[in-house]
């Protein structure tokens, strides 16, 4: 494609490695554990994968144009991407985040040329939602709103890319799959695919505590926290409740293990834990979202 050709550095996006995770608590005869490496990915995080195929689509069928700014929320890996990727094919990017975003994140949004705003962090990452949207609809000529919690070519990026390789990868043999909702695009992407590949599988979804929360991951309990819209419920077959420490207590166990990674996959990995308490055999497959260096500013490794 041209528009990659004339950007090659994002053709390295996708592809990740999956590898076996084998910690204390998780192993169990007859069942293997996977997570898929997306850090590897240029951008450090999974969001590589649908911001290019969004900024491509917007593109290729011109409603992103060279006077038009790109404009989204972001916790911030999303805005990593957005910087990144539209920086190299020539586009303005602007970034709805809120305030307690973590440093590193800022500063690699700013290092692609990005430009951030922030809300209260005390409102959540909604009001940040509602703040771009704001935006969005008081300058339609001058933003292009990518609006990640309803674009369907986010969680399509993850139908035609992440859930492949893992049925690939696996050898189609995967029986569980482990995620959670930020924009909810990697779980109904990954879900739907897998789903239709091979009916029987399991889809586990992790609700992280309201407060503090898990950056990077979505409460949905009570009727004013926002759904995305993008976010398919059917696919999700159980729900696990993760607290933040116990997050941080699976990324502290995988960072001796040579795997380091943010909180979030931390929060996987529980999620992983109680499916391996469950079941006797099975191949459960998950994805480590970022890496931990993004979180050296915050409590995770303090």
Aim: charged fraction near 25%.
């Amino acid at each position: 494609m041209p528009l990659i050709e004339a950007a090659p550095g994002l053709s390295l996006i996708g592809n990740t490695p999956l590898v076996p995770v084998s910690l204390p608590g998780l192993s169990k005869p007859g069942v293997e554990i996977y997570a898929k490496v997306e850090y590897f990915n240029p951008g450090g995080s999974i969001k590589d994968r649908p911001v290019l195929w969004m900024l491509l689509s917007a593109i290729l069928d011109g409603r992103l144009t060279r006077e038009r700014t790109v404009l989204d929320s972001s916790s911030g890996n999303a805005g990593i991407a957005y910087a990144m990727i539209g920086g190299a094919l020539g586009y303005k990017v602007k970034l709805i985040v809120p305030e307690n975003a973590s440093e590193e994140r800022k500063k690699r949004i700013l290092a692609h040329g990005g430009e951030l705003e922030f809300t209260d962090a005390i409102e959540g990452y909604d009001e940040a939602l509602r703040e771009v949207r704001r935006q969005a609809e008081a300058d339609p000529e001058k933003y292009f709103f990518c609006d990640q919690y309803s674009n369907e070519n986010n969680w399509k990026a993850h139908y035609h890319t992440t859930a492949v390789e893992i049925l690939e990868q696996t050898g189609r043999k995967i029986t569980h799959f482990v995620g959670g909702v930020g924009t909810g695009g990697t779980i109904t992407g990954v879900g739907r695919r897998l789903k239709e590949e091979l009916p029987g599988i399991e889809v586990t979804m992790i609700l992280p505590d309201a407060f503090p929360g898990i950056e990077g991951l979505k409460p949905m309990e009570t009727e004013d926290d926002i759904v995305p819209e993008i976010f398919d419920e059917a696919v999700v077959d159980r729900k696990v409740k993760v607290g933040i420490e116990e997050a941080y207590d699976m990324c502290q166990a995988l960072a001796r293990e040579g795997l380091f990674v943010g909180q979030s996959s931390g929060g996987y990995l529980r999620g992983v834990q109680d499916v391996v308490e469950r079941i006797d055999e099975g191949v459960v497959v998950t994805v480590l979202n970022d890496i931990g260096e993004r979180y050296f500013s915050t409590s995770l490794w303090g």
